[in-house]
């Protein structure tokens, strides 16, 4: 990559103190973006002409016929290109219109805001609505007709339309894209394909073996250099390389550690805002809660500029950012206003955002990481860790798009040179629980399949141990009828468990609702540490003395009936006045409805509930959650039922009765103590009820 490293440069470290070294001259902000008129359908030009024109001045347009001819020639093609190039919405159209294969085109994304977005503008270059030539699936939504062909999809969906096709017939070509990312779902793909290609091309050609009727074609795209190593997987595949357009970005990094990045990027970004020429900025923040507080913080010092200020635009961009939130980010800014998007590490190399010219780099992300041994469970936990090298080099990438860039990072150079240079493979390092069970399901052994890097054997034990204790696998780890059924739900097997055991419990309703909220990803009580006394006091009204699990279906069903009778503004309000989240209400109202699908398709009476008796919905929790079980001991904490660790539940519980004999929860968090968060008490008996499970279970950790 051409970025140039001015590590070394004049004035390194500046940003934060306000001279930046270069032209500070305040000049006016452009007034249109180049593209902004255009798009809108002015100056004569429609839309789709425009759309086409962009696309053909992409990187990638003078090369693609020569990348179709590999692609038709080579079972398998690893296709290595800057990011912004046009890989991913270029190559699935070309593959579509040179009518050469037959079939559907999917194209595979770790994230589900990069598969919908990625979609939306495919569809629109294709000039048709979405869901109908181009479409998409991620899980709790999908988009897609009889006559889609080319198809975005999460790595995560791919596999689970496996268990229901396993060869994969209905797709011509599956692109495996954003490779380098090495997500747990993207090996699991690329380890199933390499089997499903032996089946459906045969062996190498010259064998004698006839080419099957339905052959499959894969394309591996991958934005680092790490070719190679895909190339080495797929019997030395050829690699093609397509070259972007990268110009140079001068990278700067701060004298001191930044312990508040926050506080730095609100700083950072305010100095470019003043002094800087025009040019939008793209923060990279670790996650949701990060780029909620910068933007709010922003937003409030944004209007204390002065009245002749140029204005501030700003775009969120995070995994779970609803769709139509998501397009807000593509829109051309708003004209003498300065765009400012907060991103997670989705905008490095999945979406490419037009007009960035200042990034500021954190230099932090959220990471799975799995944690089997100290919680003897299958759940993986994000954290908040420093990037790699890699992905610091691709972050100031993104400010040399269109011309010369700059690059903020909010970490010393020393930091710099003690980042790891890539990340480990994810397969390495988080729970294996779920995929174990999908490949069953396949009929693919976890522990036999070729992997590009091999799973950890303890994870696999874990793995395991934690499908049999749910009965997912009988003793000879052999698949059971209810593993299959739990693999049917897009949930994870332990809580999947808690939806069929609620059936027997009759309360499915209820334990949907619960399984919605805890599959939500904004959380239902956001911290309101500047009005504690005012937000519990309004919470108390839905508190349950069974603790959290029953608060947050008290929320739920007060809120359904808020839903029922007030309007839009109504709700809102509601969710205000009791400081309870409202967007993980609507997310959660979402899954509920796809969860509720699901049981339909399952045969499983959704309506039942058990009313006001609880002990049905915990019966079920405990059911699922068996390995999050602990029991009292005498000093007042609580001891792990299949586990060695000692917990206490965490101050924010809703659990009045603290010395309740056993509780259930719904995670670990490791602070000063180990603390059970989401916690129910429940009857001793509901967990003695699997006696031998809890036994061996202790045994074997
Ligand atoms: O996959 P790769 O990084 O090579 O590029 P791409 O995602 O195909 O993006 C090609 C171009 O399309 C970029 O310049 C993006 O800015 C643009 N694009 C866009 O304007 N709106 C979208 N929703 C997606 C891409
Ligand atoms: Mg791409």
Same mark, same amino acid.
């Given at each position: 990559?051409?970025?140039?490293?001015?590590?070394n440069?004049?004035?390194?470290?500046?940003?934060?103190?306000?001279?930046n070294g270069?032209?500070?001259?305040?000049?006016?902000?452009?007034?249109?973006?180049?593209?902004?008129?255009?798009?809108?359908?002015?100056n004569?030009?429609?839309?789709?002409q425009?759309?086409?024109?962009?696309?053909?001045?992409l990187?990638?347009?003078?090369?693609?016929?020569?990348l179709?001819?590999e692609i038709?020639?080579?079972?398998?093609?690893?296709?290595?290109g800057?990011?912004?190039?046009?890989?991913?919405?270029?190559i699935?159209?070309?593959?579509l219109?040179?009518?050469?294969?037959?079939?559907v085109?999917?194209v595979t994304?770790?994230?589900?805001?990069?598969?919908?977005? #990625?979609?939306?503008r495919?569809?629109?270059?294709?000039?048709r609505?979405?869901?109908?030539?181009?479409?998409?699936?991620?899980?709790?939504?999908?988009?897609?007709?009889?006559?889609?062909?080319?198809?975005?999809?999460t790595?995560?969906?791919?596999?689970?339309?496996m268990?229901?096709?396993?060869?994969l017939?209905?797709?011509?070509?599956?692109?495996?894209?954003?490779a380098h990312?090495?997500?747990?779902?993207?090996?699991l793909?690329l380890?199933?394909?390499?089997?499903?290609?032996?089946?459906?091309?045969?062996e190498?050609s010259?064998?004698?073996?006839?080419?099957?009727?339905?052959?499959?074609?894969?394309?591996?795209?991958?934005?680092? #250099?790490d070719?190679?190593?895909?190339?080495?997987?797929?019997?030395?595949?050829p690699?093609l390389?397509?070259?972007?357009?990268?110009?140079?970005?001068?990278?700067?990094?701060?004298?001191?550690?930044?312990?508040d990045?926050?506080?730095?990027?609100?700083?950072?970004f305010?100095?470019?805002?003043?002094?800087?020429?025009?040019?939008?900025?793209?923060?990279?923040?670790?996650?949701q809660?990060?780029?909620?507080? #910068?933007?709010?913080?922003?937003?409030?010092?944004?209007?204390?500029l002065?009245?002749?200020?140029?204005g501030?635009?700003?775009?969120?961009l995070?995994?779970?950012?609803p769709?139509?939130?998501?397009s807000?980010?593509?829109?051309?800014?708003?004209?003498?206003?300065?765009?400012?998007?907060?991103?997670?590490?989705?905008?490095?190399?999945?979406?490419?955002?037009?007009?960035?010219?200042?990034?500021?780099?954190?230099g932090?992300?959220?990471?799975?990481?799995?944690?089997a041994?100290?919680?003897?469970?299958?759940?993986?936990?994000?954290l908040?860790?420093?990037?790699?090298?890699?992905?610091?080099?691709?972050?100031?990438?993104?400010a040399?798009r269109?011309?010369?860039g700059?690059c903020?990072?909010?970490?010393?150079?020393?930091a710099?040179?003690?980042?790891?240079?890539?990340?480990?493979?994810?397969?390495r390092?988080?729970?294996?629980?779920?995929?174990?069970?999908?490949?069953?399901c396949?009929?693919?052994?976890?522990e036999?399949?070729?992997?590009?890097?091999n799973?950890?054997a303890?994870?696999?034990?874990?793995a395991?141990?934690?499908l049999?204790?749910l009965?997912? #696998?009988?003793?000879?780890?052999?698949?059971?009828?209810l593993?299959?059924s739990?693999?049917?739900?897009?949930?994870?097997?332990?809580?999947a468990?808690?939806?069929?055991?609620s059936?027997?419990?009759?309360?499915?309703?209820?334990?949907?609702?619960?399984?919605?909220?805890?599959?939500a990803?904004?959380?239902?009580?956001?911290?309101?540490?500047?009005?504690?006394?005012?937000a519990?006091?309004?919470?108390?009204?839905f508190?349950?003395?069974s603790?959290?699990h029953?608060?947050m279906l008290?929320?739920?069903?007060?809120?359904?009936?808020?839903?029922?009778?007030?309007?839009?503004?109504?709700?809102?309000?509601?969710?205000?006045?009791?400081?309870v989240?409202?967007?993980?209400?609507?997310?959660?109202?979402?899954?509920?409805?796809?969860?509720?699908?699901?049981?339909?398709?399952?045969?499983?009476?959704?309506?039942?509930s058990c009313?006001?008796?609880?002990?049905?919905?915990l019966?079920?929790?405990?059911?699922?959650l068996?390995?999050?079980?602990?029991?009292?001991?005498?000093?007042?904490?609580y001891?792990?039922?299949?586990?060695?660790?000692?917990i206490?539940?965490?101050?924010?519980?809703?659990?009045?009765?603290?010395?309740?004999?056993?509780?259930?929860?719904?995670?670990?968090?490791?602070?000063?103590?180990i603390?059970?968060r989401?916690?129910?008490a429940?009857?001793?008996?509901?967990i003695?009820?699997?006696?031998?499970?809890?036994?061996?279970?202790?045994?074997g950790?």
């Amino acid at each position: 990559m051409e970025v140039s490293d001015e590590e070394n440069g004049p004035s390194p470290n500046k940003p934060l103190n306000g001279t930046n070294g270069h032209d500070r001259k305040r000049q006016k902000m452009r007034k249109s973006f180049p593209n902004g008129a255009a798009v809108n359908g002015v100056n004569g030009v429609s839309k789709a002409q425009h759309l086409q024109e962009q696309r053909a001045q992409l990187p990638i347009a003078q090369g693609l016929e020569a990348l179709v001819r590999e692609i038709a020639a080579h079972d398998v093609t690893i296709i290595l290109g800057e990011t912004g190039s046009g890989k991913t919405t270029q190559i699935p159209q070309y593959l579509l219109e040179c009518g050469a294969f037959p079939g559907v085109i999917a194209v595979t994304q770790p994230r589900r805001v990069a598969a919908t977005s #990625l979609a939306a503008r495919v569809s629109q270059e294709q000039g048709r609505p979405l869901g109908t030539l181009v479409g998409y699936a991620v899980r709790f939504d999908e988009r897609t007709g009889a006559e889609t062909r080319v198809k975005y999809l999460t790595d995560g969906m791919l596999v689970r339309e496996m268990m229901s096709d396993p060869m994969l017939e209905r797709y011509g070509v599956i692109v495996v894209d954003e490779a380098h990312e090495r997500t747990l779902r993207t090996d699991l793909v690329l380890a199933s394909l390499k089997k499903i290609l032996r089946a459906r091309n045969g062996e190498e050609s010259g064998k004698g073996k006839a080419r099957a009727h339905n052959p499959l074609k894969v394309v591996v795209m991958s934005a680092t #250099l790490d070719a190679e190593k895909f190339s080495k997987f797929f019997d030395n595949a050829p690699v093609l390389y397509v070259k972007g357009r990268q110009h140079p970005v001068s990278i700067y990094h701060t004298s001191t550690s930044q312990v508040d990045y926050v506080d730095a990027a609100l700083r950072t970004f305010f100095q470019i805002h003043v002094d800087q020429p025009p040019g939008d900025v793209l923060i990279f923040l670790p996650g949701q809660e990060d780029i909620e507080s #910068l933007e709010s913080s922003i937003k409030s010092y944004a209007n204390q500029l002065p009245s002749n200020s140029v204005g501030v635009t700003l775009c969120p961009l995070y995994a779970s950012l609803p769709n139509a939130q998501q397009s807000r980010v593509f829109t051309p800014t708003p004209e003498g206003t300065r765009k400012c998007i907060l991103a997670t590490n989705i905008a490095e190399t999945s979406i490419t955002i037009p007009g960035v010219k200042y990034v500021i780099d954190t230099g932090k992300q959220k990471e799975k990481r799995h944690l089997a041994r100290m919680t003897g469970s299958g759940f993986d936990t994000l954290l908040t860790t420093d990037i790699t090298k890699s992905s610091a080099m691709q972050r100031a990438g993104r400010a040399g798009r269109e011309g010369p860039g700059f690059c903020f990072r909010l970490y010393t150079e020393e930091a710099f040179d003690a980042m790891a240079l890539s990340s480990e493979p994810e397969v390495r390092r988080s729970s294996l629980t779920s995929a174990l069970l999908q490949l069953r399901c396949i009929g693919h052994d976890l522990e036999t399949l070729d992997f590009m890097d091999n799973p950890d054997a303890e994870a696999v034990g874990a793995a395991l141990r934690t499908l049999w204790i749910l009965d997912a #696998l009988d003793e000879t780890k052999r698949l059971t009828k209810l593993g299959r059924s739990i693999a049917a739900f897009p949930l994870e097997p332990q809580l999947a468990a808690i939806l069929l055991a609620s059936v027997e419990h009759h309360c499915t309703a209820d334990v949907i609702s619960i399984l919605s909220l805890m599959s939500a990803s904004a959380p239902l009580f956001p911290d309101s540490s500047a009005q504690r006394d005012a937000a519990s006091e309004a919470r108390t009204k839905f508190r349950h003395p069974s603790g959290d699990h029953w608060t947050m279906l008290n929320v739920f069903r007060a809120y359904d009936e808020v839903c029922g009778s007030e309007s839009k503004g109504g709700r809102r309000d509601w969710c205000k006045r009791n400081f309870v989240n409202e967007r993980a209400l609507r997310e959660a109202g979402d899954i509920r409805t796809q969860l509720r699908i699901v049981c339909d398709r399952a045969n499983i009476n959704k309506e039942i509930s058990c009313g006001q008796d609880e002990s049905p919905v915990l019966k079920s929790l405990v059911r699922g959650l068996l390995q999050h079980t602990a029991l009292l001991q005498p000093d007042g904490t609580y001891k792990q039922a299949m586990g060695p660790s000692i917990i206490k539940i965490h101050p924010g519980s809703f659990l009045t009765e603290k010395r309740s004999p056993a509780i259930v929860y719904n995670e670990l968090v490791y602070t000063t103590h180990i603390y059970a968060r989401g916690v129910s008490a429940v009857s001793k008996s509901f967990i003695s009820d699997f006696p031998k499970r809890v036994t061996s279970g202790r045994a074997g950790s």
